[in-house]
């Protein structure tokens, strides 16, 4: 076991025990063993100031792309975990579209243990957890062997990349899921109202002469899925929310008790299509980016809670690839090493959020609401933990990203709030050099 840890002098953020004030923090054996005022700690304890810096629970990211296997030279388990510890999270989960998919135990397991191998090596970042595919290899058609998934480390399902279309198999996920006690998360989207679009259908798109995906392609999935999760009682996630039709949905369906929980990306937060001008590929990403009507919603709803998370969406893409016409580059964009900074600049800075509801919104309620041990500095609890400075005003260079990719809309941006620390486990995996 490593040595004791104490964090001392910082201003400790956790909304999970409502402790927003000054304390040390006692790092033993890796989990929580005190948060109090004046900490002194054992003699042999590795002591860290952390004066002028906040403490809080390590950052959680329920959606990130890892492409590996298949996809190694856009990004693998290691640099993955790495660059989601220099963004501040410790806990991140794996989406299933690799080649092949994570839909069978043995490839659930590979990417459990090659995050802990690098781990043992001294080259870990984040904690990894695999989300099993929904349906054998995407396919949309017959469900895995869930429970086979779950057993290997699967802490979800989905095909994301893909939506779960028929409306049969998504009711027995949302039934069969319920055993196993993991949600049913859904990439949103009706394939046959989106075939051939590349960015949001608007004014926009036919400025550019390109092909348009109209919200409702998102929407009439989403009002078909929250009525399934009010018929079988099941946990159903949706990704990365990007109408505001959608929000009005979920927030009824909320409303009548159904089991709904949803997730905003920092993308959709701050960006709108116009973005996309210029026949920029860094901004085009799946669900596009929307109007300024969809992203006031889409904000409002976060400060309200009728969205409950952040989540990045991270998908990285090789520069090659971004580098194609419009039409034939990939969508998605990264965003762990960015997300925080963000955010806090686009809700905290700007006062219409504070500090300790956005560490709610990224640690805390993705703990709480996916079954996550983590979220919390409570002792007892494993010492995955965030040091940031919330006053630390950085440029955006993609050139220093730990991920193996570079494809963000953000490159320039002036931001303020950076990642300090991360610690997992009361191991420290990131230390920001700046």
Request: proline share 6%; with cysteine.
């Amino acid at each position: 076991m490593s040595r004791p840890l104490l964090l001392e002098g910082g201003h400790v953020v956790d909304p999970s025990t409502t402790r927003d004030g000054s304390a040390d923090v006692l790092v033993v054996d890796g989990r929580i063993e005190a948060v109090e005022s004046d900490l002194v700690g054992p003699d042999d304890a590795d002591r860290l100031s952390v004066e002028g810096l906040v403490v809080a629970p390590g950052l959680i990211d329920v959606h990130v792309h890892l492409r590996e296997p298949g996809g190694e030279h856009k990004e693998t388990i290691r640099t993955g975990a790495q660059a989601a510890a220099a963004g501040g999270f410790t806990t991140v989960w794996a989406m299933p579209n690799t080649d092949p998919p994570l839909d069978d135990p043995a490839a659930v397991g590979f990417v459990r243990q090659e995050a802990r191998r690098w781990a043992r090596r001294g080259e870990g970042g984040a904690r990894v957890s695999p989300v099993g595919a929904a349906s054998k290899g995407l396919a949309g058609e017959q469900m895995t062997e869930i429970g086979g998934l779950v057993d290997a480390g699967a802490v979800a399902v989905t095909d994301d990349g893909r939506p779960i279309s028929d409306p049969a198999l998504m009711r027995r996920l949302l039934e069969y899921t319920q055993t196993f006690g993991i949600p049913v998360l859904q990439h949103a989207e009706d394939m046959r109202l989106t075939a051939g679009g590349v960015m949001n259908e608007g004014s926009v798109a036919t400025e550019l002469g390109l092909r348009g995906i109209p919200s409702a392609s998102e929407a009439a999935v989403v009002a078909r899925d929250v009525l399934l999760a009010e018929l079988t009682g099941g946990h159903l996630h949706i990704q990365h929310l990007s109408t505001c039709e959608s929000v009005d949905l979920v927030a009824a369906a909320r409303a009548r008790g159904a089991r709904v929980t949803t997730e905003l990306t920092p993308h959709h937060l701050v960006l709108t299509e116009t973005a996309v001008r210029d026949y920029r590929t860094e901004a085009k990403m799946n669900p596009p980016l929307r109007t300024e009507i969809d992203r006031t919603a889409l904000r409002t709803a976060l400060i309200d809670g009728v969205i409950d998370m952040i989540a990045t969406d991270h998908a990285p893409h090789h520069y090659e690839e971004k580098e194609r016409e419009f039409d034939d580059a990939p969508f998605g964009v990264v965003g762990l090493e960015t997300a925080f900074a963000i955010c806090h600049q686009d809700l905290v800075v700007s006062g219409d959020m504070t500090l300790p509801a956005l560490v709610d919104r990224m640690s805390c309620i993705p703990a709480r609401t996916m079954g996550i041990d983590g979220g919390t500095l409570r002792p007892g609890s494993p010492a995955d933990i965030v040091v940031l400075d919330p006053d630390a005003r950085w440029t955006i260079d993609p050139e220093r990203f730990l991920s193996k990719s570079r494809n963000t809309p953000f490159a320039g941006f002036e931001v303020t709030g950076r990642v300090k620390r991360t610690i997992v486990a009361g191991e420290t995996r990131y230390e920001d050099s700046a």
